[in-house]
């Protein structure tokens, strides 16, 4: 079936810096990719949609210079969270549509 | 009010036993309905799909009932395995190919001996 390989898995980084979060897609194109955010016991948060070849759509209350999402070929897209603080900490994931949806495995960030 | 709402539980049950859990959804327009399995710390998983005619997969039974907006998934003969967070899943209606779900905040189950 379809695989989405999402790196880092954890990621510890100082509050200020950056850190980027990639979604490949392993064997099959993603036209689609949602990216979601998960804080302990809440639900899954959409963040963004983003297309190939085309601007991210945010949510309301999602900040797209913060969160930078970008989707430049078919297989990869990536979210990068610039200048990050200690509440950005959270559970990073990504899903591609592929007829149904497909996720990554998550990233856990820690911002400290 | 919250576009997918689910009882957080946890439900903790006997090996064994039969448990249902419910949900309900706001937007009457929602085509598309999912029941998810989360475990901990891990990306969600697709359990079933839930169609209006209502459908089983094994031990699992899912039911929607479009006219209250409630969807439920009953299991049957739990497993220590079913041990994990079972996420009510929803889309939001759409013009588009991809349609964005909507998650619930999860209801937790544990199997215990």
């Known amino acids: 079936g379809a695989v989405v390989s999402q790196h880092p898995s954890r990621v510890i980084c100082k509050s200020g810096t950056s850190v980027k979060i990639e979604c490949r897609s392993l064997?099959?194109?993603?036209?689609?990719m949602f990216w979601y955010r998960q804080f302990p016991k809440q639900s899954l948060m959409l963040m963004a949609t983003?297309?190939?070849?085309?601007?991210?759509?945010?949510e309301q209350g999602v900040e797209k210079d913060k969160f930078l999402i970008n989707h430049a070929s078919l297989t990869l897209s990536t979210l990068t969270v610039t200048s990050a603080h200690p509440e950005d900490s959270s559970f990073y994931i990504c899903?591609?549509?592929?007829?149904?949806?497909?996720f990554g495995s998550g990233t856990r960030l820690t911002v400290v | 009010r919250k576009e997918v709402e689910q009882d957080p539980g946890p439900f903790n049950v006997p090996e064994g036993a039969t448990v249902a859990f419910n949900c309900t959804y706001s937007?009457?327009?929602?085509?598309?309905f999912f029941w998810y399995r989360q475990d901990c710390r891990k990306e969600p998983k697709l359990l079933m799909s839930?169609?209006?005619s209502g459908n089983e997969d094994g031990r699992f039974t899912a039911q929607l009932n479009r006219a209250s907006q409630y969807i439920s998934l009953l299991i049957r003969d739990s497993k220590l395995s079913d041990s994990a967070t079972y996420l009510c899943?929803?889309?939001?209606?759409?013009?588009?190919?991809?349609?964005?779900?909507?998650f619930g905040t999860g209801t937790r189950l544990q199997v215990t001996l």
């Open positions: 937007n009457s327009a929602s085509q598309s």
């Open positions: 899943v929803v889309n939001r209606p759409h013009t588009g190919t991809a349609s964005k779900l909507t």
């Open positions: 839930v169609y209006s």
């Open positions: 899903s591609a549509y592929t007829g149904g949806y497909t």
């Open positions: 983003s297309n190939e070849g085309s601007k991210a759509t945010y």
């Open positions: 064997d099959f194109q993603a036209t689609t």
